[in-house]
């Protein structure tokens, strides 16, 4: 299996939002892995079956104690839990303060994530910057995935990280534009400075900008998310996604992402 990192070089284009619903479309097992050190979104967010709430204590702090004795699949998924709809999540630390406890985790937790055999793993690394923590997460996925918005500093900064990137990784690399869909030109735009870049950035999205769609994963959604413009843009980009790290084929795309129809009735 394999491990894809999505992460921002700078302020909050959606990274999370778009690890949750890449993560809920993806055609196969897959487990969310909050990476971000500035703290964890997703048990805020987000409920577990039934709509109770997510055990704070349990994820990526726990795990970092745990992995003493050695990481494994088993181990990790030991540290995750379940979110209301299926997908499986492995926390990220309550506050920045608790990722000094996470001593040299990084680097093998990266290579365990990209050597799971119950999955694939995509990992929500939030802000990265030549400092980062978690940076041999990034170092450690085969595929790496940068989140923007269409916003010429948003642009300006991508620019900068994706040419550092480039010479410290072997990864594939891609982009993911978040923007309103009736801004064609302004994702144009972004693609012009990529093709002006040396950087080899071959796989390009354009993710819906859609409050209705992000809602469902702030745990606010209602009605029918499978309609709204972010599952839309997000299905074409999902199954992309999975195949370039995967040579697996013929899931149901539609039962993967909505099993039983729990997200219909949200």
Known sequence: MAL?????????????????????????????????????????RMTAPGGTPLNSDRGLVSLAAASRKGLGDEVVMQHSQQLDGGLDVLLGVRSPEQVGGMGGLWHPLGVTFNQMQTGDVLADCGRISSTSPQLPIIHSARLIVMVCSATGSSVAHLRERLATLVHHVDAQLGVIVVADPKKRDAVKQVWSVLDAMSAPVRHRWHLALDPVGAAFFEGQGHGRLEKTQLIRSATDITAEMASLVSAQHGFDMAQAAFPQGEWNER
């Not at 993560?23 to 897959?30: F, S, Y």
């Open 4 to 44: 894809v990192a999505l992460a921002s070089a700078k302020g909050s284009p959606g990274v999370t939002t778009a690890s949750l619903v890449i993560g809920a479309l993806w055609p196969r097992q897959v487990l969310l892995a909050e990476c971000d050190p500035s703290g964890s979104d997703v048990g805020i």
